[in-house]
Structure formats: C-alpha cells, structure tokens
C-alpha cells in the first residue's frame, strides 16, 4: 500500500544540536510540506515544496531547514537556531491540485 | 494572507446529541477540505466540497459549502464515542490554509 512514513516516532535531543526528521513518500505525489503542531493547537507550515529540487517557506520557517533531492524525500532540519523546537511535527503529500493531503504519523521532538 | 477561521475551539456533548463545527475564510476559496485527528494520531482526510453551496454526506456527517464559498460547516448528528477528536478545515488554493481546529470530546 502507498504512504507517507516518518522516522523516528519519537526523538530526543539536547538544547543545541541539530536534528534531521525523516518523511519518505511512494505515492507519487509532486507536493510535499512540513507542519509543526504544538499541544492543543492547529497545523503551523513551516515548508513547502511542489517539485524536486525547489521549495518554499511557510509561515514558522525560522530554525529550520529543508531539502528535495528526490521526489519521495522531504527531510526537515531542525537547527539549533530554532528557540522552541519541541512539538509534533507533521509531513504531508499531495498531488498537483491539493486534493486531499495525505499526512505521516508524525515525529514528537522533545528538546531538553 | 488567506485567514482560516474555526469556532468553537472545543466542544464537549454527550453520546447522542449533535455536533457543528463551523469554518471561516476572510477570502473566497476554490474549494474546502476537512480532516479528522484523533488524539495521539495524524490528520485524516474526510472530503472536500468545491461548489457554491454544496452539500455532501458520509453517513451521520454532513458537509456543508456556503453560497460565497467563504464559510463551511461539519454537522454529526448523534455523537458516538468514536467520533472524539479534532476536526480542522482547510482552505483550497494555490495550498492549503488550515483552520485552528475544534476539538469534540463524548461523555458516554
């Protein structure tokens, strides 16, 4: 069956370092996007990309940061820069026209 | 920018009774698609609406596009335990513009 998978689950690190979360898709889809969610709250984008090797800024992009090697990877980085790292993050996928963004399970940060 | 906006932030009903979440936009949307997260979970796809007024159903849920294409609502009539989560809409474009969400919680 096609998907989206994040890895890992889980993750913790200490105040300073940087960390890699992995979002791995087979569903051929073009798009690709990072969300953070924080506890009670909705879906922040931190970035976005609609094709390989491009993508975009959201609107919590500070501290962080991507790259689109391939059509099926969208890592995000979080970086020692970003103040606030801790939260749930969320990748999605979806086709060309948006129909129905199909998200990950979801990597919970925990910086301490 | 485009501005999504949810009402109520929370709701708690008992088994039952009936739900309405509502969807604002400060802009016209091509179209409107709503999700399901349930707690400790991902957000689930349900449906998208794309034409003025449109109605659609999946089961106890109903779906509901306004006429200027700038508001939404989820209707589910007679709550079920299952049904506890949080449902967000999110607005069509060039990319989706997720609502804040409204977060159901059943009293058996």
């Known amino acids: 069956d096609g998907g989206i998978t994040q890895s890992p689950k889980y993750l913790f690190r200490k105040e300073g370092q940087n960390v890699t979360l992995s979002c791995e898709q087979n569903?051929?889809?073009?798009?690709m996007y990072w969300y953070r969610q924080d506890p009670g709250q909705g879906l922040r984008l931190i970035y976005y990309?609609?094709?390989?090797?491009?993508?975009q800024k959201g609107d919590i992009a500070e501290g962080y940061s991507v790259s689109r090697e391939k059509k099926e990877s969208f890592p995000l980085t979080v970086t020692s820069a970003q103040k606030n790292p801790t939260a749930f993050y969320l990748c999605?996928?979806?086709?060309?026209?948006?129909?129905?963004?199909?998200f990950g399970s979801g990597t919970r940060l925990t910086v301490v | 920018g485009q501005q999504v906006m949810q009402i109520p932030q929370y709701q708690h009903v008992q088994e039952g009774e009936d739900f309405t979440t509502y969807c604002n936009s400060s802009?016209?949307?091509?179209?409107i698609q709503w999700y399901k997260q349930r707690p400790g979970g991902h957000p689930v796809f349900l449906i998208q609406?794309?034409?003025?007024?449109e109605v659609k159903k999946q089961k106890r849920l109903t779906f509901q596009f306004g006429e200027a294409k700038k508001n939404s609502s989820l209707h589910i009539t007679a709550t079920q335990t299952t049904d506890v989560g949080t449902y967000f809409c999110?607005?069509?474009?060039?990319?989706?513009?997720f609502g804040g969400g409204t977060r159901l919680m059943v009293k058996p």
């Open positions: 999605a996928s979806s086709r060309t026209d948006n129909y129905g963004y199909t």
């Open positions: 569903l051929n889809h073009d798009a």
């Open positions: 990309s609609q094709i390989v090797n491009d993508f």
């Open positions: 802009t016209t949307l091509s179209n």
């Open positions: 609406l794309v034409k003025s007024g």
């Open positions: 999110a607005g069509g474009g060039n990319m989706l513009t």
